[in-house]
């Protein structure tokens, strides 16, 4: 069907596509970003059979199968639609070459593919992509500085490229990016305020809360992402999904669970299966066993991608062992899934120790963490602390004081109280060599991070290099993400 499409438009038109954001399209888009591709195919089609040289229509399409690929995860359709975009580019060159949306849509086509193939780990062609994109956006941005949307996408572009370590700008150099954390997210903050950009909020905010959640640590920002979706999070899928990521890193998670219990309805929207994973994980932070296997459930029925399949299993698997049942779901976290994320590596080599030696943890640790990670430090403080005889806990040392330290971390204890606690995490798990868990590394984090809190510049290089030291460590890319910028931040 999308191959037909093409080739009507190419026939009707072949030599120039204008580009119309004509009242039917803003309606698409948003029927788009709200994910009711339906409609918005509905749309589409009048255009294509009224105005079928119009280049916005094509980069809806590519809007569409973009979404579909991030959220759907289904290796079949991402294998179908790339195909599709080398003539979606050929028809847009082909066009108006006046108009202020004639590179903007080569790049954010470009864009949208690079992040795609990321998802299914095509590197190389996606650097090549996002090259393209910024050469792109930097150009129109010389000869339509007023065109606003060239923000959107610089915005992105600018923050993930000064969230490059140092050392490693030179690569950036040569192909001319340049950029910082500090410019992109305030290039995407100033669309907000714009009143000019409203069509465009939800994605903006989106993009900016992805950003913020992953290259900073600022619960301020947060809590004004949070407050500028407000309600809104209950009629757009990409607002629920945000606004439940950004409470649960403020440790928020009845906010969390009130968020996700009142997403938009399904019906007329593509399937954001990942949202029920969400809401497993955030009624397992209360420890209600019951509605997390429900969720978890309905995630493993309807989702047809194959990242967190595993992880999902090894939460059932602790469900089970939190309950004193056995179960197999060990099992399936091998058979089911792949390990491509941080969540789904973990889960499997869990799974692995777990086959090999029986599945062994202490019941106390694991509580402790699952209401820690929900923001219920009081009592995570008490569940800890509910075992007085400190050996009980043997084997398992690094990962009890670095929990200490993170709770007490939350409750406002004194620095020195919580670095002490991460410091005797760090050395333990220097001292095992063996180890691949993430407590050694992540204590050099937080200590880095409070060190810079304190402008104490020099002590926080130290911890995060520290960090960066570490290798084949459980969520090892998320942890050294945040120690690289960081490290960017104080030597800057």
């Given at each position: 069907?999308?191959?037909?499409?093409?080739?009507?438009?190419?026939?009707?038109?072949?030599?120039?596509?204008?580009?119309?954001?004509?009242?039917?399209?803003?309606?698409?888009?948003?029927?788009?970003?709200?994910?009711?591709?339906?409609?918005?195919?509905?749309?589409?089609?009048?255009?294509?059979?009224?105005?079928?040289?119009?280049?916005?229509?094509?980069?809806?399409?590519?809007?569409?199968?973009?979404?579909?690929?991030?959220?759907?995860?289904?290796?079949?359709?991402?294998?179908?639609?790339?195909?599709?975009?080398?003539?979606?580019?050929?028809?847009?060159?082909?066009?108006?070459?006046?108009?202020?949306?004639?590179?903007?849509?080569?790049?954010?086509?470009?864009?949208?593919?690079?992040?795609?193939?990321?998802?299914?780990?095509?590197?190389?062609?996606?650097?090549?992509?996002?090259?393209?994109?910024?050469?792109?956006?930097?150009?129109?941005?010389?000869?339509?500085?007023?065109?606003?949307?060239?923000?959107?996408?610089?915005?992105?572009?600018?923050?993930?490229?000064?969230?490059?370590?140092?050392?490693?700008?030179?690569?950036?150099?040569?192909?001319?990016?340049?950029?910082?954390?500090?410019?992109?997210?305030?290039?995407?903050?100033?669309?907000?305020?714009?009143?000019?950009?409203?069509?465009?909020?939800?994605?903006?905010?989106?993009?900016?809360?992805?950003?913020?959640?992953?290259?900073?640590?600022?619960?301020?920002?947060?809590?004004?992402?949070?407050?500028?979706?407000?309600?809104?999070?209950?009629?757009?899928?990409?607002?629920?999904?945000?606004?439940?990521?950004?409470?649960?890193?403020?440790?928020?998670?009845?906010?969390?669970?009130?968020?996700?219990?009142?997403?938009?309805?399904?019906?007329?929207?593509?399937?954001?299966?990942?949202?029920?994973?969400?809401?497993?994980?955030?009624?397992?932070?209360?420890?209600?066993?019951?509605?997390?296997?429900?969720?978890?459930?309905?995630?493993?029925?309807?989702?047809?991608?194959?990242?967190?399949?595993?992880?999902?299993?090894?939460?059932?698997?602790?469900?089970?062992?939190?309950?004193?049942?056995?179960?197999?779901?060990?099992?399936?976290?091998?058979?089911?899934?792949?390990?491509?994320?941080?969540?789904?590596?973990?889960?499997?080599?869990?799974a692995n120790s777990a086959i090999k030696n029986k599945y062994h943890t202490h019941s106390w640790l694991l509580r402790t963490r699952?209401?820690?990670?929900?923001?219920?430090?009081?009592?995570?403080?008490?569940?800890?602390?509910?075992?007085?005889?400190?050996?009980?806990?043997?084997?398992?040392?690094?990962?009890?004081?670095?929990?200490?330290?993170?709770?007490?971390?939350?409750?406002?204890?004194?620095?020195?109280?919580?670095?002490?606690?991460?410091?005797?995490?760090?050395?333990?798990?220097?001292?095992?060599?063996?180890?691949?868990?993430?407590?050694?590394?992540?204590?050099?984090?937080?200590?880095?991070?409070?060190?810079?809190?304190?402008?104490?510049?020099?002590?926080?290089?130290?911890?995060?290099?520290?960090?960066?030291?570490?290798?084949?460590?459980?969520?090892?890319?998320?942890?050294?993400?945040?120690?690289?910028?960081?490290?960017?931040?104080?030597?800057?």
């Amino acid at each position: 069907m999308r191959i037909l499409t093409l080739l009507f438009l190419f026939l009707s038109n072949p030599l120039f596509a204008s580009f119309q954001m004509n009242v039917r399209m803003q309606q698409s888009y948003t029927h788009i970003i709200n994910l009711e591709f339906e409609a918005a195919n509905k749309l589409l089609h009048i255009e294509q059979i009224e105005h079928p040289d119009n280049g916005i229509l094509v980069l809806h399409q590519n809007y569409i199968d973009f979404l579909t690929i991030l959220i759907g995860e289904e290796k079949a359709f991402f294998s179908t639609a790339k195909d599709l975009k080398s003539d979606r580019i050929d028809f847009m060159q082909d066009g108006d070459d006046s108009s202020p949306y004639y590179l903007y849509a080569q790049a954010e086509v470009h864009l949208q593919w690079a992040f795609a193939r990321i998802k299914f780990e095509e590197y190389l062609t996606a650097a090549y992509e996002i090259q393209k994109a910024y050469s792109l956006l930097e150009k129109n941005q010389e000869q339509f500085p007023d065109f606003k949307l060239n923000i959107k996408g610089l915005g992105l572009l600018h923050t993930l490229v000064g969230a490059i370590p140092e050392k490693y700008q030179w690569i950036v150099s040569l192909v001319g990016m340049e950029g910082s954390v500090e410019l992109g997210l305030s290039e995407l903050k100033s669309l907000l305020k714009d009143e000019d950009m409203e069509m465009y909020h939800s994605e903006v905010i989106f993009l900016t809360a992805f950003l913020q959640l992953n290259m900073t640590n600022d619960e301020i920002a947060y809590k004004q992402l949070l407050d500028d979706i407000g309600s809104k999070y209950s009629d757009n899928y990409l607002l629920n999904f945000a606004a439940a990521r950004l409470s649960h890193a403020l440790g928020e998670n009845d906010l969390c669970v009130k968020v996700l219990e009142n997403r938009p309805v399904t019906e007329g929207r593509y399937p954001f299966y990942y949202l029920d994973y969400l809401q497993a994980m955030s009624y397992l932070y209360t420890l209600d066993y019951e509605k997390s296997e429900m969720y978890f459930n309905r995630f493993l029925k309807g989702f047809k991608g194959n990242n967190y399949i595993k992880s999902a299993y090894q939460k059932l698997a602790w469900i089970s062992f939190l309950q004193g049942e056995d179960n197999n779901y060990f099992e399936l976290v091998k058979a089911k899934g792949i390990a491509s994320i941080d969540e789904d590596k973990v889960a499997l080599k869990e799974a692995n120790s777990a086959i090999k030696n029986k599945y062994h943890t202490h019941s106390w640790l694991l509580r402790t963490r699952l209401l820690y990670d929900g923001g219920y430090y009081d009592e995570a403080l008490l569940e800890i602390s509910s075992v007085k005889i400190l050996k009980k806990y043997s084997g398992f040392y690094d990962e009890y004081w670095y929990r200490l330290a993170r709770i007490k971390s939350k409750l406002n204890y004194e620095d020195v109280v919580v670095i002490t606690n991460y410091q005797k995490s760090y050395d333990l798990g220097i001292a095992d060599n063996q180890s691949t868990s993430y407590y050694a590394p992540m204590s050099a984090l937080q200590i880095g991070l409070i060190y810079e809190k304190q402008d104490k510049l020099k002590q926080a290089k130290i911890y995060f290099e520290k960090c960066l030291s570490f290798s084949d460590f459980d969520y090892e890319r998320g942890i050294h993400q945040k120690a690289k910028v960081g490290l960017v931040r104080v030597t800057n």
